[in-house]
């Protein structure tokens, strides 16, 4: 696997990370513990090196960190304040002692001895970023944080934070169907230095190929609630699918692999963490790796993929007052 720096902050990680909220949180029933503690394995054997967790996906610090306990050291482990007691439905909180609070019980959790990357998950509005900043570069002088991310943050708030203590990655959602973070986001961490983490960089599985109209989503599944999920959505937009589907078989790859190789090929920078529960996917996943794709054919991608309007909003209306603050 190949490794790539996340902006100019030192961090090295291979250049597609594994993102393991999916494996206990957010689509559906938790994946069998022994099963997920088995695929995080499958990933680092591959060569993975960036995992990416949060104090607010239930269990899955633990998880992580049971996994990762023989390569203690040898990989980058991500997590994640700023949520009320941990949960998202309780709001908000980014108050520098409840930053310190989270950070000594990830620790416990993920069974290290230093957090390798602690984001704000979403910005506080009721808590200065530089407060925040302060909080964490504090963690960073005292040995317990290694480097500083933001989730979901728009510019004004990047450009605030980084100058109180360094952002060393910037995590929000960038993909074929979800191109927003080009216009204001991308220009901003280049110019700082700052490294991107796509999120959702197959579009919550959409653009697999895997979901159509007809698909049913488990009662517990978070994709019932986002509006780009609706059915009538989801008709709407098959034929960015089928877009992507069709360039894929035309390179001998799989949708999947054309999704995350047009993302890799943006900036040398941009590490995504494609999530999944199945090993096969796992290795389809970081097959995209070793896509190759020319300047035409990424233009081609680019150009075929704007003409086609992406139907529904990507958060709930809740959701969506949390992010690009």
């Not at 950070?103 to 530089?130: C, G, T």
Request: glycine share 10%.
């Amino acid at each position: 696997m190949q490794e790539r720096e996340l902006g100019t902050s030192g961090l090295r990680v291979s250049a597609i990370g594994l993102g393991c909220m999916g494996l206990s949180f957010g689509y559906g029933p938790a994946l069998e513990r022994k099963a997920a503690i088995k695929l995080i394995r499958a990933a680092v054997e591959q060569g993975v090196t960036l995992f990416d967790t949060a104090e607010a996906y239930g269990a899955n610090e633990e998880l992580v960190g049971e996994a990762l306990a023989p390569v203690r050291g040898e990989v980058v482990i991500a997590t994640k304040f700023g949520f009320r007691n941990g949960d998202p439905k309780q709001g908000l909180d980014s108050r520098p002692e409840r930053i310190r609070a989270v950070a000594e019980q990830s620790l416990k959790r993920l069974q290290v001895e230093q957090l390798d990357l602690f984001y704000q998950h979403r910005q506080d509005p009721n808590v200065p970023i530089e407060d925040v900043a302060g909080a964490v570069r504090d963690l960073v002088k005292e040995g317990k944080v290694r480097q500083f991310g933001l989730s979901e943050a728009g510019v004004e708030t990047i450009r605030r934070a980084h100058a109180v203590q360094p952002v060393a990655a910037l995590q929000s959602e960038y993909s074929l169907w979800w191109r927003e973070p080009e216009e204001a986001i991308l220009p901003v961490l280049e110019e700082l230095g700052i490294g991107f983490v796509p999120f959702s960089p197959l579009g919550k599985g959409f653009l697999t190929g895997g979901i159509d109209a007809a698909t049913q989503f488990d009662a517990s599944d978070f994709r019932n609630s986002v509006p780009r999920f609706s059915p009538e959505a989801r008709s709407a937009n098959q034929a960015l699918v089928d877009l992507v589907g069709d360039i894929a078989r035309a390179k001998g790859v799989s949708a999947a692999q054309i999704a995350l190789a047009w993302l890799l090929f943006q900036k040398p920078w941009i590490v995504p963490i494609p999530g999944t529960s199945k090993l096969h996917r796992l290795q389809e996943n970081l097959g995209a790796a070793n896509v190759a794709l020319t300047p035409l054919e990424l233009a081609d991608i680019g150009r075929a993929v704007a003409r086609v309007p992406v139907q529904g909003e990507r958060y709930s209306p809740a959701s969506q007052q949390m992010v690009n603050r």
